[in-house]
């Protein structure tokens, strides 16, 4: 087109007419791809995604909200500019030049489209919960590193005018180079692999790793970090290779399994430790939960004493209030509704220390969630303290400032009768 035009107006006695024939030719293809590009964008925009955002298919519907159809219509301006510059232009630096620019704009068109599919096809998974059994994210991110380096090599080969294999077969002397540069991508896929592989991680997990200060939910697993949000909605980053290398908790059993475990133990002051009097038999009696260990466990004690001499106390067996007490809580715990039946539930001492006799409370909530946990946990306690004086028991606490001053005061009532 350009040599017609060149002849045209050199017929016509018109100076500088390569150069003008030229300036005509790009108006032209500026023209033609302005018309391309339209149509293009009226295929797309207006026909195509309408019809998609209607579809029955999740994927589809997905596909349709991207930026894919904008990049449609810049990939056939793309094309209709290859071939126009051919038929506009005469084969020269000119149309070499504009041939290059218009073929890297193709690739960068080709690889941002494959980034809006991998985008879609990850959002997709997660809607499907099929992301959260396999590393979605790692692996998207892998495909879309591969698909970058490769559209790096061959718009390389481009500006360079070499074949792309040329390039390929430099860089296997570049392998270890390579190696060190994309150690953590390729350590973080193999460990994503293996965390899918094993079932070891999903998002959503409860995950704690203290070397990190972790503690909180997995909200995304990539290629090369692992994203948790703590529970102080802080989020914490940590290298998805070092949860092969390293350990770390997983608390969705526990959220599997229904129960999750209360074990805290209160420390009982020694001194408050005695046998049952006859008055607290038969007081205890009267409790809906200890009177059938009461009544059982004194026919037992009296079956076994009538051969013993119980002038002195050292002989035959007696009830002792910290032993009622234990019976009492295990009776309490397999009576509340909240501790999980199915599991275990033990009331057991601890070896003694010099703040008393710890008593530990080892049982399992039938709630997970952490708040509604806390606050089970939390009524068992209270009760505890509450009812542990019905039993003559104490709990140990250090001296406070108002034991301090209350002694002192009684003290100072003492020097004042006695003067």
Request: glycine share 8%.
């Amino acid at each position: 087109m350009q040599a017609q035009i060149q002849a045209w107006l050199e017929s016509q006695k018109i100076m500088y007419a390569d150069m003008i024939a030229v300036v005509i030719a790009l108006f032209g293809i500026v023209v033609t791809g302005v018309i391309i590009y339209q149509i293009a964008r009226l295929f797309t925009r207006r026909i195509m995604q309408p019809i998609l955002a209607r579809s029955h298919f999740l994927f589809i519907r997905q596909l349709s909200e991207t930026r894919i159809f904008i990049l449609l219509s810049y990939l056939a301006l793309g094309f209709a500019l290859n071939h126009m510059v051919g038929v506009w232009l005469e084969p020269g630096k000119i149309v070499l030049a504009l041939s290059t620019i218009v073929q890297i704009w193709i690739l960068f068109n080709f690889l941002f489209i494959a980034f809006s599919l991998l985008d879609t096809f990850s959002r997709w998974g997660f809607e499907r919960q099929f992301a959260v059994h396999f590393p979605m994210g790692g692996v998207v991110q892998t495909v879309k590193l591969i698909s970058s380096i490769g559209i790096g090599i061959a718009i390389i080969s481009l500006l360079i005018g070499q074949s792309p294999f040329i390039l390929l077969s430099g860089l296997g002397a570049m392998t270890a180079v390579l190696m060190l540069v994309f150690k953590d991508p390729i350590l973080g896929l193999v460990a994503g692999i293996q965390l899918s592989a094993n079932n070891m991680l999903r998002v959503g997990d409860w995950l704690e790793m203290q070397k990190y200060n972790a503690d909180g939910d997995v909200i995304d697993i990539g290629l090369t970090t692992v994203k948790v949000r703590n529970w102080d909605k802080t989020v914490t980053t940590i290298p998805t290779y070092a949860l092969i290398s390293d350990s770390f908790k997983n608390y969705r059993p526990m959220s599997e399994s229904g129960g999750r475990r209360i074990k805290r133990a209160f420390l009982i002051d020694a001194n408050s430790i005695r046998f049952i009097s006859e008055a607290d038999v038969q007081r205890f009696t009267r409790s809906n939960l200890l009177a059938d260990y009461i009544i059982s466990k004194s026919k037992e004690i009296d079956e076994y004493n009538q051969k013993a001499d119980l002038s002195l106390s050292l002989n035959g067996r007696r009830l002792t209030n910290i032993g009622t007490f234990r019976a009492y809580l295990i009776r309490y715990l397999n009576n509340h509704p909240k501790v999980h039946k199915g599991m275990t539930i033990m009331v057991r001492q601890l070896a003694p220390t010099g703040e008393g006799v710890p008593m530990e409370i080892y049982c399992f909530s039938n709630d997970v969630v952490w708040a509604n946990y806390e606050g089970i946990q939390a009524d068992i306690f209270d009760h505890v303290y509450a009812v542990i004086g019905e039993f003559g028991l104490r709990i140990y606490q250090n001296p406070t400032g108002h034991d301090v001053q209350s002694i002192a005061l009684s003290n100072q009532k003492s020097s004042g009768l006695n003067s």
